[in-house]
């Protein structure tokens, strides 16, 4: 599914946030992640311990360039990455607009086009916008990362129509919702419109009881899935009876 890596959870989870250290150690385990997000940022005082308690959790680190407003500010942060955490993996974020944090998608293709070519395998963050997931994908991005709503804004999926048209047209690229999650349902719906998996970080870090609510959107995102599987029945517009008339009593 991901460059040749096909975990068994479709929950991705970011680490930041969390009111404390066992916090987070705790709600990776509930939420079943086998991928988790890390920054470099977080590698300040304290970075080793936070190193340890990634480590233990036995999941595969997916590091991110959070923060980064330029595409050689990205790009020099992945190369940093790439030696601290040993790995090819980049979850690729260049912020474009500070309020809205949406991704530049000139500098963001820009990125990915030198990280490819440098051995990356890069997990872009990005829109709905199809042209843009095109370069991307032309880049040599094989996973693309579509917000469902502003990060951190628990808006959900702002625009289903564009999603499901995205999905539609990438139908052999893994499309991951990344951002603006806020509620287990929303995670539900997407992986029920075809999502291959989702990423969240603050509806679990901020949420009231984050091992709780980890655990609620572990059985989202798996509810999610099987339904999508499964086959969902067709809306109509009028009602139909599921019960069938033939053989009711007659009163004459």
Not at 70 to 86: H, K, N, V, Y
Not at 171 to 197: C, H, N, R, T, Y
Not at 233 to 249: C, E, L, N, Y
Request: aromatic share 6%.
């Amino acid at each position: 599914m991901f460059y040749g890596i096909t975990p068994k959870s479709r929950l991705m989870l970011g680490t930041a946030q969390y009111p404390s250290p066992k916090v987070l150690s705790d709600a990776i385990a509930a939420s079943q992640a086998e991928i988790i997000t890390v920054s470099l940022r977080r590698e300040g005082a304290g970075g080793a311990g936070f190193r340890d308690l990634i480590k233990t959790s036995g999941c595969r680190l997916l590091p991110n360039t959070a923060g980064c407003h330029s595409a050689r500010e990205a790009i020099t942060t992945a190369q940093m990455a790439r030696e601290l955490f040993d790995t090819n993996w980049i979850k690729l974020e260049v912020i474009g607009h500070a309020d809205t944090l949406q991704p530049d998608p000139f500098a963001l293709v820009e990125a990915a086009r030198i990280l490819c070519a440098d051995g990356f395998e890069v997990f872009p963050y990005t829109t709905e916008d199809l042209i843009l997931g095109e370069k991307l994908v032309e880049a040599g991005c094989r996973v693309l990362m579509p917000w469902g709503a502003p990060i951190g804004s628990g808006q959900g999926l702002r625009h289903e129509d564009a999603l499901c048209t995205m999905r539609a047209h990438f139908p052999d690229i893994p499309l991951v919702i990344d951002a603006g999650l806020g509620a287990p349902s929303q995670a539900a719906k997407a992986m029920e419109m075809g999502f291959d998996a989702v990423l969240l970080n603050t509806a679990v870090a901020k949420a009231g009881d984050p091992v709780t609510m980890a655990r609620a959107f572990a059985g989202a995102v798996e509810a999610g899935r099987l339904a999508h599987e499964a086959g969902l029945m067709g809306q109509r517009d009028m009602a139909v009876a599921s019960t069938p008339i033939f053989g009711m009593a007659a009163l004459s």
